[in-house]
Structure formats: C-alpha cells, structure tokens
C-alpha cells in the first residue's frame, strides 16, 4: 500500500464511482423529471386538460362540492389551483380510520373532473428517494448519495488541471480521453450544483440517517417533521352548529400580509361548529425555503384573524433552506429549465464517468475483450442509461394507451416501466455492444418523438392546441420529448458512426481543425 | 432579468476561455500578447459578476444567488461542449447575445 495520496483517491473514484454508477444515474435521472413533477403529473392526467387557469380560484365550488359530500367530516381541505396546476383540489378525512378523499374541480367552471388513476410524475420523484422500497430505499439511495460525495470530492483531488482544461474538450481525440475531457469540464462546471444537489439531498433525510437527536428529544420522525411545520392543532369541537364565515374575505387579507404571495391551501377545521377555524397556508415557492411556509388562523364565525404561524426556529429554518434548495420550488419556468439543465448535466457526468471506465479498458485490453465482468459492466450502462431513457417512454406511452378506468392502474403503469427496464438489460447482455446502444436509443427516440401520436390516438390536449393556448406546462412535455428524442437519435447514430470508421472519422477531423 | 445574467455569464467564460493561451491558437488563429490575456481576464471576471448583478437584480437575494449559479454552469457547460463544434458561432453568440438580452429587457 505504498501508494500516492492522488492515487488512493484514484482509485477510490474510479471503483467507488463504478460500484454506484448505475443507481447514482437512475436517481438522479428521476430527480431531474421531478423537477417538473407537477407537468408530467398534468400531462398524465388528459382528463384535467380542459381546465384552464382562470381568474377563478374556484373555492365556492369546491365548499358546495364539500358541504355537499362531507357534511360531517372533521375537517376540509381546499387546494387552489397554481401556476403549474390548473385545478381545485377538495380534500377530506372520513371514518374510523381517516381515509382521505379527494374531489378534483375546474377552476372556471365549478365542475367536477374524473382524472385517470396514474403513477403521475410522483413516480419519478418517489423512486428518486426510495426506489419505491420505502425506508429500505431511503437506505440505498442515502448509501449512494454519501458515494456521490466521496466521488466529487475525489474527483476534485485526482483532477490535476483543473484551471489549466477549465475549457478543454477535444472530441477529435481518441475514445477516452473525449469522454474524459467531457466527464472533467461537465464535472467542474456543474460542481456548486453537484455537491448543492448530493448535500442537500443527504440532509433531507438526516432525520432517517442520524436520528439520535431526534431520540434524544424522545421523537419520532412523524413528530419531527409534524413540529417542523408551523402550523398547529386544531380545538376541540363544541358540538354547537353556527354558519361559516365568508372566506374570500380571509384569503384577501392572507394575500395582503404576505405583499400578494400567492396562496396555497385553506383548511376549516369542524365546518359548521362553533370552533370552528380557517387554516390559509402561503403557497410553497414563495422563498427559497420548503416545508415551513406560514400559515394564519382565523375563526370560522366571526372571520377574526386568530393567529400567525410562522417557522422561526434556526435549526426548522437550516433544514427548510436545505430542503427548499433541494426541491427548487421557489423557481419560476426559466430557472426551472435552467435547474432540469443541470440536473441533465449531473446525469451527463455519472453517463460520462462509466463510459469512460470502459473505453479505457477497451483501449488497454483491444475492443475484442470480452471477460465477463467488462461484457456485465457494458450491458449495465446501456440498461442503465439508454435503457431509464426507454421505460420512461413506454411508462408514458402506457398512461395514454392503458384503458382509463383499469382497476390498479398505477400499479399496471409501473409494470409496464419496470418490464421495460428488465427487458433492456437482457437486450443488452444478448446483443454485441454497440448494437445494444444503437437500438436503446433509437428506440427510445422514436417513443419519446411520438408522444404527440399517442396523445392523438388516447386524448389529451393535442401539442399544436396546447401550444397556440399557451399551455406550456402540457406542451413542454412532449415538446421536451420531441428534444431528448434528437438527442437520442443523434447519440445513436454517432455511436454507430465512431464505432464504424474510427480512424477515417478522427482523421477527417484532424484535418479540419487546426492543431492545438 | 435571469436571461441577462444568463448570457453575461457565457460572455464571461468566453472571455476569460479566450484570455487562456491554448485556447487563442484555435479560436482566434493568432496569439495574444499579455496585456490583451490580462484585459480579458478582467472583463471576463467583470461579465461574471455583471451576471451576478442581474440575477440578484432580477429575482432577489435568496432566489438570485442561486440562479447565477444555476446560469454560470449551463452556460458554462454549453460552451465547453460547442467550442470544439463550432468555434466561430460561439464567438459570435458572445458579441450578438448580451445585447440583445438587454434590447428585450429594454423593450419589456
């Protein structure tokens, strides 16, 4: 062991890096998606299409929808509609065992919406974060994230140019030392986002990962997280009927105290009881902080504002900053593509990362090596990249092509990614490797380039109406798919390009660029 | 507007990639003497923070740092991965865009 500091790093970013290149690339592919969660959510659901973000926040219909409905529940949930979510959500509890229940709405209209039962874009974000395995995935995915740290950090240590090939890529160069050259300057140029996106993402389940503080304190994470938002119980009911107050007059005087924010939920706790209270809770995104946004109460008789619920505390604050920066909620559509951008560069340096393990062992064993740990890590990275690219095609062809009212629909939708995955990994190990990347990639072009076809066949706003209406948050969808479809197209010709005239390619280049 | 700090930030990296002596062969297909490397490292480290400005300006100070990160690297990133395709584009991207940017910015 008598080795260089530089080359311990080395090696551990090099072996470290490869041992979670898959599941760090899975991960933080889902997490890009789930920066527009709530887009893919929308475009899933055609059936919300017709809803259009008006001026009407449609709170009356939503209490007539409950008055109607949950006359006896405990209390009433309204969600009003946003930027990024064109309808009315009606929530309540009911029974025993406090079932939720839900009634969508449109805005404009007052009428009730049947939505489709899908995964939604949450999927993306829960497999970000558990790999749909609960706290056994918050595990893993925690075990990979402390990985990711280490290989940043190493990744800085062992790259000894850093100033000197800030700008360096030189495609023209031979296979490895192109794919190095991208995995360094992505690397570097992404770091404030990469280290920003792995700590923060570590700390939003601190609470899981070191939870002695907690313990201390004689809580449980339910506890934690219910102390950690500001708002508070409600009273006891009185078990005396008196009429609601009018809450468009509440909701006006929330906007006021927060300078016009927007406003996110109003929950009335014992409608129709003389206790009862008006939660108006600010919308999440107001600031760079999440999971801590204020709240006021007012009373359900009078309309008298009760109390203000705000997060003060340094170590709530701390951890809403973290939480806040890791979700992104505060940015608005330019930051938001800005953040999807990075977060596609995060996925470009872990891509990179495995490439360039494998055309370094390549170019020091000849192409025709085919031990089977080399043959196994080949297939794995097509799977892994080509292939999360694919389900993610099949996942949202299956939301349209699924019939609407399938029992388990969620459930068959998952299926469907998952079967897709599995079979990608088993092309892979089947198919000589070049092969395998060409015919992932195109194919997943040619499914994410038809999702336009797929809302024409099974509904759903169409892309040239959502786009002359400006409905950007269900255009951008397919629009995003009819990119990364070029994108994949195009990576899979280059691969077959390179692959089949190496040398009269690099040479053509040579030519036409000057020496460096 | 985030969409000046965005192209002051290319502008940025531009000129401080520009003021790198490797990189001014293939860029430029002359050498600069010291003095112009030295001029351009400034204005690069001045568009940087004229970008800072802007983002700050734009959406505040707790969501605005973290644009301009945000903006440094996609900008960043785009440069490095098209200077080798296409030289000349990125040169020209550099001199058409802050104008334009402030020309929309001007006219909203």
Redesign the interface.
Known sequence: MKQGFRQSMAWLHTWGGLLCTWLLFAVFFAGTLSFYREELTLWMQPELHEAQPGSDDGLAAALAVLRQRAPDAKSWTIALPGPRDPVTEARWSHGKFDRKAVVVLDPATGQVLEPRDTVGGSFFRNFHFSLLLKRTGYWIVGVATLMMLVALITGVVIHKKIF?D???????KSKPRAWLD?HN??GV??L??LL?ITYSGLLTLAYVYMPAGMIVAGADSEKFLGELSPRQEAPEALGRPATLTALAPLLAQARARWDGAALGSVTIHHPGDAAAVIDVSRRRGT??TARIEPALRFSGTDGRLVAEYRQDGPAAVTYGVFYG?HV?W???P??RA??F??GA?GCLVIASGAVVWGAKRREQHGAGHAALGYRAVEALNVACIAGMALATGVLLWANRLLPAALAERPLVEKQWFFGAWLLCLVHALLRPRIAAWREQLWLAALLLALLPLATTLAGGLPLPQAMLQGRWSIAGVELAGLGFAALLGWAGYRITATAAAPQRLRRARRQA??A? | M??LA?VLAYAG?LS??LA?P??Q??LL?RELGTTSGRLLRAAGAALLVAGFAAAVAA?GW??GP??W??????S??A???A???APRACLRAAAVLPPLALLVLLIR
């Not at chain 2, 990160?69 to 996609?74: E, S």
Request: hydrophobic share 60%; with cysteine.
């Open positions: 000197k800030f700008f360096t890529f030189r495609p023209g991208a300057a992505t140029m992404a404030p986002f920003t600031g760079v920066l992104a505060f940015a608005e330019f930051l800005l953040l951008g990075m560069m660029e000057p460096t | 985030s969409l965005l990296w401080l990639c790198m490797r990189h062969r293939p297909q959406l707790q969501i973290v644009a990160i945000a903006c440094l690297a996609v960043g990133i440069l490095v991965l200077l080798p395709l």
